[in-house]
């Protein structure tokens, strides 16, 4: 299984990478690297998270890391993040 990263998804790191540099450069490359490599469970443990109703049919599900959530699409050999941001984030 393969993980590809959504364009809004990268936005989405970007944003947040420049957000939280602002404040301390450490911690954002902390933050991103922790968010980067968060895929990787999902390898083995795909089905990792609760599904998402508002995207059915497809297999949408939602991963915590820390405290950001990612949204992320399971398809037959691939693993798809759409979306990353902040829980306080307004969504």
């Given amino acids: 299984m393969q993980v590809f990263w959504t364009d809004h998804a990268l936005q989405d790191l970007e ?10 450069a450490e911690a ?16 083995t443990y795909s089905r990792m998270g ?19 959530e990612m949204h992320y699409e ?7 993040i759409l979306r990353v941001w902040h829980t306080r984030e307004n969504r």
């Avoid at 944003?15 to 301390?24: G, T």
């Avoid at 399971?74 to 798809?80: D, G, I, P, R």
Wanted: avoid cysteine.
């Fill in 50 to 68: 609760p599904m998402l109703e508002k995207y059915e049919p497809r297999e949408v599900r939602r991963l915590i890391v820390g405290s950001y």
């Fill in 15 to 24: 944003r947040l990478h420049a957000f939280l540099a602002k404040a301390n």
């Fill in 28 to 43: 954002a490359a902390h933050v991103l690297q922790s968010l980067v490599v968060a895929p990787a469970n999902l390898l």
């Fill in 74 to 80: 399971l398809k037959v050999n691939s693993l798809h």
